[in-house]
């Protein structure tokens, strides 16, 4: 395995080894400060989630310049790549949201649940496995906080009228380890890495006597001569060429450093690909009940409640809603709608707002999302300027108005005009640029991701999915690279 595999920085290694020697009871806030750098709640702003304090997911080793034109996508080239700082949200795709792919949700099944034995699994068997399989018959469920078992249990006396409105809910599904200890530290890095990061099998994988990892390199160009695939590229260190011939190449770099690779091996300079991409927004929701004292539960601060919409008014597809409870950064947020007034009214206002703030995290499918144009000048810079979707804003708005809609069911006013969307990108969830096809043709895969033209070469990243379903990518990512490698090993 080649890979740029960038990591944490030594001395916040340490320090994360400090906390996790140790109980949640003795952190103190000096043990504490170096995993809340980086992250702040600018009014208007999403903030943007960094691993122990540290952006080393998002850097750049070498120049691989970039153009971002509205767009805000970014790739990774750490070890673990963006499972760094994921928020472990796992849900499979239904075929129905799968339109104009030429493989149906039953073909990822077995993959889903081979994947789902390989990573730690929390799951419940509740309302949303009649749509969503939980394709796995030994996941644990971790505890959910106080505010979110209030907010299923008004759910579930609501049950039939929200399912004859197309809602249906449950608890979270992460790959977070049962073995949590609710320290609420997850917005910023698990300290015991119980939240899944994919260094986990890498780590495993280099156990095996037939696995080597080569980390250090840059992947520039891949091109097949004959039986032989010849991939090469630059050190990370010093810029040193360096090529190598294989056998088989499964290129996963992420859906824009590999966009950068294969459109650079087939010197398709300035001719743009689309990604499809999910549009990501953030709404807050007000319960009608206040939670006491939800500042000083133990709990976890991923999503704690699905809700998944199917809506005729929003679109044809489902949408993905995640929801959060209490995290520290809500209490920051107010600090900041409040200002100077925060000394004054901050106390009040948080007792007042603080048991009763749920958050949404929504996703709407590609199809009613902007995408993302993406190409590549000679001169080596990615260029990503988004496509706009006039099906997106009215989809938005009917989401809103079903929310609204069901507020008594919820018990719980979405706040509408607090809705804050994403740029394109923004979300992370973005694939399609050689979009798997039966019949490919030029800057397209066939059904084992390798783009046309290409006999050895397979592209194994969401860079081939045709169109993004809003209910989380990552799984299926990972279900289709373990569909392919099955197919060609
Ligand atoms: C804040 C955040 C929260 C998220 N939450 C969720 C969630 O809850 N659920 C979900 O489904 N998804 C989530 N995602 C998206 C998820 O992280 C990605 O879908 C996933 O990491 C993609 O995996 P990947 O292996 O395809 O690419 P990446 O994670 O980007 O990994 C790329 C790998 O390729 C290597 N690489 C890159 N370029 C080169 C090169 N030129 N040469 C050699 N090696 C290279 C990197 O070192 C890295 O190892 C989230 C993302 C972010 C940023
Ligand atoms: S609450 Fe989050 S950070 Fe704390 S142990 Fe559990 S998963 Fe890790």
């Not at 304090?53 to 153009?67: D, I």
């Not at 099944?109 to 939980?134: K, M, Q, T």
């Not at 119980?194 to 495993?204: A, C, F, K, M, P």
């Not at 969307?421 to 694939?431: A, E, I, L, M, S």
Request: aromatic share 8%.
């Amino acid at each position: 395995m080649l890979d740029a595999g960038l990591d944490l920085e030594r001395d916040r290694k340490a320090s994360v080894e400090h906390l996790r020697s140790t109980s949640p009871q003795s952190w103190d806030a000096a043990s504490l400060r170096f995993i809340r750098e980086g992250v702040s709640v600018e009014a208007g702003g999403i903030p943007l989630k960094m691993a122990y304090g540290s952006s080393f997911p998002y850097r750049e080793p070498a120049p691989m310049p970039m153009a971002r034109d509205g767009a805000e996508g970014k790739p990774s080239c750490a070890r673990g790549g963006l499972s760094n700082v994921w928020g472990a949200s796992v849900m499979p795709f239904r075929t129905e949201d799968m339109a104009g792919w030429p493989i149906t949700a039953q073909d990822l099944e077995p993959h889903y649940r081979a994947v789902l034995d390989l990573i730690p699994y929390s799951a419940r068997r509740d309302g949303l496995e009649e749509l969503f399989p939980l394709y796995s018959d030994d996941a644990n469920a971790l505890k959910t906080s106080r505010q979110a078992d209030s907010l299923l249990r008004d759910l579930e006396a609501a049950r039939s009228r929200l399912k004859e409105h197309g809602v249906r809910f449950g608890a979270s599904r992460l790959a977070v380890d049962a073995s949590c200890v609710y320290c609420g530290l997850c917005i910023y890095g698990c300290p015991y890495g119980y939240i899944y990061n994919s260094t986990e099998t890498l780590d495993r994988l280099r156990e095996h006597p037939g696995f080597t990892y080569r980390p250090g390199v840059l992947v520039q160009r891949i091109s097949e001569t004959g039986p032989h695939v010849e991939v090469s590229g630059v050190t990370v260190d010093r810029p040193t060429p360096f090529s190598l011939t294989v056998d088989k190449a499964f290129l996963a770099c992420g859906v824009f450093s590999t966009a950068r690779i294969v459109l650079a091996s087939l010197e398709a300079f300035d001719q743009p690909v689309q990604a499809a991409d999910n549009c990501y927004f953030l709404l807050p929701l007000l319960r009608y009940r206040n939670e006491t004292e939800t500042s000083r539960e133990a709990l976890h601060t991923l999503a704690q409640v699905f809700l998944e919409v199917l809506d005729p008014a929003v679109g044809p597809q489902t949408a993905h809603l995640q929801i959060y409870t209490y995290n520290e950064l809500f209490r920051e947020q107010i600090r900041n709608m409040l200002g100077f007034a925060d000394p004054v009214l901050g106390a009040i206002a948080s007792r007042a707002v603080l048991g009763r703030l749920l958050l949404i995290q929504g996703y709407l499918h590609s199809d009613l999302s902007p995408g993302l144009n993406v190409s590549l000048s000679r001169d080596g810079r990615l260029s990503i300027a988004v496509e706009p979707n006039r099906k997106t804003q009215p989809a938005l708005a009917a989401l809103r108005r079903r929310l609204w809609a069901e507020r008594d069911a919820m018990r719980a006013m979405p706040v509408s005009p607090a809705m804050r969307v994403g740029k394109p990108g923004r979300g992370f969830h973005t694939g399609g640029t050689f979009p798997m096809r039966s019949r490919p043709r030029s800057l397209e895969t066939d059904v084992i991701g390798r783009p046309h033209g290409f006999t050895r070469v397979h592209l194994v990243d969401s860079s081939t999915f045709p169109t993004l379903p809003a209910t989380t990518i990552t799984l299926s990512v990972m279900a289709n690279a373990h569909r392919i490698g099955t197919a060609v090993t």
